[in-house]
Every structure is written in C-alpha cells, then in structure tokens.
C-alpha cells in the first residue's frame, strides 16, 4: 500500500520570507512523487514531479522540491514567498513498479501574508 | 499536457434527485477518472474509466450510486445518483495518456455540488 503524510494542515509565511510545505510518503517500491496547487474555487494545477535523476526538482511559479530516500520525504521551497501563492497544496505519490493509482495527501493551507 | 472542462461548474440539487457531470478533454487520453473532494477534505479516487470497458470502482464507491460512461477518448460522465447532503462536495475528473506511472495526472476545474 502506498501513502502520503503532509503534517501540516496549515502553514504560515509571511511574503518575501521562504516557504516549506512537507510530504513524507511510503511506497513498497520506488516512488513517483507529485505536488499540486488548488486555488479557492479552481481545480488541481500541477505544480512538479520527480520521476529520476537530480533529487531537487524545479517546476511552474518558482517552486522547487527536494527528493529524500533515506527520510522518505518530498518537501515543497520556494526561495521567496508571495501572497498570491496562497491556495491549498496536495503531495502525491504513485509506486513505481506496476501501475497504481495516485494516492494524495490531505493537502496543506500556504497562507502568505503582506 | 490536456485541457479539460467540466459541466456543469457548480449546482444545488434537491435530495433523491441526480445529477450528471460531463468531462470534456482537448485530446484523445486513455485514463480517465473520476475524484470527489469533501469540505475541507483530500482528493478521494471514485473510478478509473477506460473506453469501451467498464469503469474500475474504488472500494467504498458502487455502480449503482455513481454510473460512469466513457463513450470515446475525449469525453466522460459521472452521475450521482439519489442524492444525499452527504453527496455535497466537489467531483473532480482528471485524466492522463495511459504512457505509465511517472506520467503527470491532469485535473479538470471540478464541480461544486451542493445537495439539500
């Protein structure tokens, strides 16, 4: 069975300040790992992936997730924070070996304040 | 990438009654599926819909309940049947080309149900 823990029902950050938001995840093989962004009243934007290869991730808006084995873990940066970044954002994972659905995360509130 | 509309955006819907959503996408996809998001909740998978199969229901989800049909390549419905308050939430189809388990999952806009 494969999950994701995002610790965090809520994070707080004021703008211009960097931004954490974190996943761990469990998968019985290796792992395809997601990040989304929901904004009020719109559906799941894609945000990054990491599939292979370098363990930092780059993806849309400036954000950026380091991958970590051995803490099993996926955690969303971004270096500067802005209001607009504001929204609900989902960690996924999917098992590597097979083909199996995504699993998400219960998602995180980013509040970026002025 | 794929865009993807849904309609309807939003409805209120009276209890014992159902309601059909429609999923449009720009491509041919092989994978689609189906997602509902309660207040305040994570993404919950309904079904995983394949032309010219019959949808793959998630434990806990019935046929009965949620009918999907899968037409073509571009296009889906879900229905929610007899409907409940409980049904509020917001239904999300999402789709994907099938190329394998790294490939990116992409989300329609969703749709706001709202149940009396």
């Known amino acids: 069975a494969q999950s994701v823990a995002q610790p965090e029902d809520q994070v707080n950050v004021a703008e211009g300040n960097p931004l954490t938001v974190k996943c761990t995840y469990s998968?019985?093989?290796?792992?395809?790992l997601f990040w989304y962004v929901q904004y009020p009243n719109r559906g799941l934007q894609f945000l990054l992936k990491?599939?292979?290869?370098?363990?930092l991730v780059k993806g849309s808006y400036g954000f950026e997730a380091e991958f970590n084995k051995s803490q099993t873990s996926f955690h969303l940066k971004k270096p500067s924070a802005l209001v607009s970044d504001s929204a609900l954002y989902f960690c996924?994972?999917?098992?590597?070996?097979?083909?199996?659905?995504?699993?998400f995360g219960k998602g995180t509130m980013l509040l970026v304040s002025p | 990438s794929a865009v993807i509309s849904q309609k309807p955006s939003r409805d209120i819907c009276q209890r014992g009654t159902s309601l059909t959503i429609q999923c449009q996408v720009d491509s041919q996809v092989t994978m689609m599926f189906w997602y509902r998001q309660q207040p305040g909740q994570s993404l919950t998978l309904i079904a995983t819909?394949?032309?010219?199969?019959?949808?793959?229901?998630e434990s806990g989800f019935v046929i009965d309940k949620f009918p999907i049909s899968r037409p073509n390549l571009t296009f889906s419905t879900l229905t929610v049947s007899n409907m409940s308050p409980e049904d509020s939430s917001i239904y999300l189809c999402s789709v994907d080309h099938g190329l394998g388990a790294g490939e990116t999952q992409y989300f329609g806009p969703g749709t706001r149900l709202l149940v009396l």
């Open positions: 819909a394949n032309q010219g199969s019959e949808a793959t229901y």
């Open positions: 990491y599939i292979t290869g370098d363990n």
């Open positions: 996924a994972v999917r098992d590597k070996e097979g083909y199996s659905t995504l699993t």
């Open positions: 998968v019985s093989g290796n792992p395809y």
